[in-house]
């Protein structure tokens, strides 16, 4: 690994750190997937190879230093060899979720003008194709290569190539150009920590999306200070890469970090197979998104329920116990007491370790929840059977984190943690975060005023974040700013909060509390569809679709009973008066949620009129 305060400061690049570790470690195994249901495994020096080869493939097509790609694909290791291979000759990287319609692959591709896209398959290759086709179409596009060319026989020649003939072209490149190599490597020395590598695309929760440009700096001080702050600069890496590539987590986690400190990288089959996968590779870092951790508890404790007389009961006592042994280990930050610790161990023996080995995460020295906050019971979960979550705070302009809970520490509820190191932050008078650091991003692209909106020139970030101090160092984030709800009294009310606290029940998949200007809060509520369903299922109550679930008595019933469990731990000012259940799920591709899954607040008003109108009244 590079010294610390080389990578601290972020002075290095990304393309720079693979040459380094593919001189390192090349025979080392670096990415690993599924091929045909066998772990297939490729070295750091491949790596290294096949992201040259690409850089010599954009190169042949005429790509420079400046010029952007997209990547619209599933987490695959083609993804890394196009990442890493055009950033080593000055070429900016924007992903595309898979999740994205058309017309936002349309509006990415054109606004940041990519001259070439990368497909994973013939789904992804037909959006690009729509949004070349219809409307304004993308005038820059010129090449599209798809990794995975099923289905895609009969499509015109070129419309796309195959991955394997970009590398192909790279190889012609080299036969070409007996300097080659040198160049690239001269090409390589040549990029600086602050050259724009990256854009990331903000997920437009209240406007269309932003593209916002990160650098070299901006990952790699991020990714190495999020490790050293967690302990694990010097521990082995072996993760599952499952979220999106595009978005700055997953990228900073399983690209960056992997980068800096070697080790392996596994590519989940699919989302539907993390939990099995994660099985299979037993990582020693895992990052998870809320729906992930709630999805394991919950899968255990269904689990737990069909098991015999016996074993419910050591579940139900140990879990008990290792609560108590979790307080105490909350108050001081780690178990103190001779006999606590001897207890903690009677109980890993007889059920903990069990629990950990069944999930996949007994290896795992570093568990991390991000994208969005998560429910507290959720994590207590975690803590008590030995494998404390961490939690951080940060935002894609600011590079992902900049604090982040860190073990050994008292627990202080509701707290994001320190700030990492080299982060400076203050509290603006309305209670804004404000932050500066090395991970703090160059601008939006192509928009001088969105970013003179949120960036002083002396390198100050408006996070948008109302926060609250917690404890002499570390502060909790209390809602985004433009989410406050002002009711007609005047009260100023977090949504957030109360929204998580409804999602604590296993019944609820997502809340949506309004009232902006109203004289009362109601709340939006999508059920479970599972665990209501499973519910449903052991009263003998019948049902057929979503929408009929969601029409019953019974249910509305039980989900009245959450709501009235909720209101009695908040003021009345911020009790949620009346609810509608949504007779759908929330969908990203009908445009009620962002690609990150997260509500677009800003057309509630229109997209929810007739909800709106039962909760409040006609001309609502």
């Not at 979720?97 to 990415?108: A, D, G, R």
């Not at 570093?366 to 959720?378: F, L």
């Amino acid at each position: 690994m590079l010294e610390h305060d080389k990578l601290i400061r972020g002075e290095a690049t990304m393309p720079g750190l693979l040459r380094h570790q593919a001189s390192q470690l090349g025979d080392k195994v670096a990415l690993r997937e599924k091929v045909q249901g066998i772990w297939r495994g490729r070295t750091w020096a491949d790596y290294n190879r096949d992201a040259r080869r690409v850089a010599f493939g954009l190169t042949q097509l005429g790509l420079k230093r400046g010029d952007r790609i997209i990547i619209a694909a599933e987490d695959v290791p083609e993804w890394f060899y196009a990442d890493l291979g055009a950033q080593m000759i000055g070429v900016q990287v924007v992903g595309i979720y898979p999740t994205n319609p058309w017309p936002e692959v349309q509006y990415i591709a054109g606004h940041c003008q990519a001259r070439l896209a990368i497909t994973g398959d013939q789904e992804q290759t037909d959006k690009v194709l729509d949004a070349m086709d219809n409307g304004n179409g993308l005038p820059h596009l010129e090449h599209i290569f798809c990794v995975d060319m099923k289905g895609l026989r009969r499509y015109t020649p070129g419309r796309p190539h195959g991955f394997d003939h970009l590398m192909a072209l790279g190889d012609e490149h080299v036969r070409q150009n007996p300097q080659a190599e040198a160049w690239l490597d001269a090409a390589i020395d040549q990029l600086v920590p602050d050259d724009v590598n990256i854009l990331v695309y903000t997920s437009g929760t209240t406007g269309p999306p932003k593209g916002a440009m990160l650098t070299h700096r901006n990952f790699v001080y991020g990714a190495y200070a999020y490790m050293v702050a967690r302990r694990m600069a010097d521990k082995p890496f072996e993760s599952v890469c499952y979220l999106p590539l595009c978005h700055v987590a997953e990228r900073t986690y399983s690209t960056v970090q992997h980068l800096i400190s070697g080790g392996c990288v596994n590519f989940a089959e699919s989302i539907d197979t993390v939990a099995t996968n994660i099985r299979e590779v037993a990582p020693t870092f895992f990052l998870g998104v809320p729906r992930i951790w709630e999805k394991l508890q919950q899968g255990f404790e269904f689990r737990m329920k069909d098991s015999g007389r016996a074993q419910r009961w050591i579940y139900r006592v140990g879990m008990k116990r290792g609560r108590a042994l979790s307080d105490r280990r909350a108050e001081h930050g780690r178990l103190v007491a001779w006999s606590d610790r001897i207890e903690f161990a009677l109980w890993y023996v007889l059920l903990f370790r069990n629990m950990q080995r069944h999930m996949g995460l007994n290896r795992t020295h570093t568990r991390m929840c991000g994208g969005a906050s998560v429910s507290p019971e959720t994590l207590r979960f975690f803590d008590v059977i030995g494998l404390p979550v961490g939690q951080g705070y940060g935002l894609t302009e600011a590079g992902g984190l900049c604090f982040v809970q860190v073990p050994g520490r008292p627990f202080i509820s509701g707290s994001c943690g320190p700030a990492m190191e080299g982060v400076e932050w203050k509290v603006a008078d309305d209670g804004e975060v404000i932050v500066r650091s090395p991970g703090v991003f160059k601008g939006y692209l192509f928009d001088d005023k969105g970013t003179a909106d949120i960036l002083t020139p002396d390198g100050w970030l408006a996070t948008g974040d109302i926060v609250e101090k917690r404890g002499p160092d570390e502060l909790a984030v209390v809602d985004r700013k433009k989410a406050i709800i002002i009711t007609s009294g005047g009260k100023n009310i977090a949504p957030s909060e109360i929204e998580n606290a409804l999602k604590d029940s296993p019944f609820v998949r997502e809340a949506i509390v309004v009232g902006e200007g109203r004289k009362f809060l109601g709340g939006l509520i999508q059920i479970d569809f599972d665990s209501v369903g499973r519910w449903a299922g052991e009263r003998d109550l019948q049902y057929t679709t979503f929408k009929s679930l969601t029409q019953m008595a019974e249910v509305l019933e039980l989900i009245q009973g959450v709501v009235d469990e909720v209101n009695a731990k908040f003021a009345r000012v911020e009790n949620i008066r009346k609810f509608v259940l949504l007779e759908k799920e929330l969908d990203h591709d009908d445009g009620e949620l962002t690609a990150t899954q997260k509500v677009r607040r800003g057309l509630i008003n229109k997209k929810f009129a007739r909800e709106l109108e039962q909760i409040y009244g006609a001309g609502a």
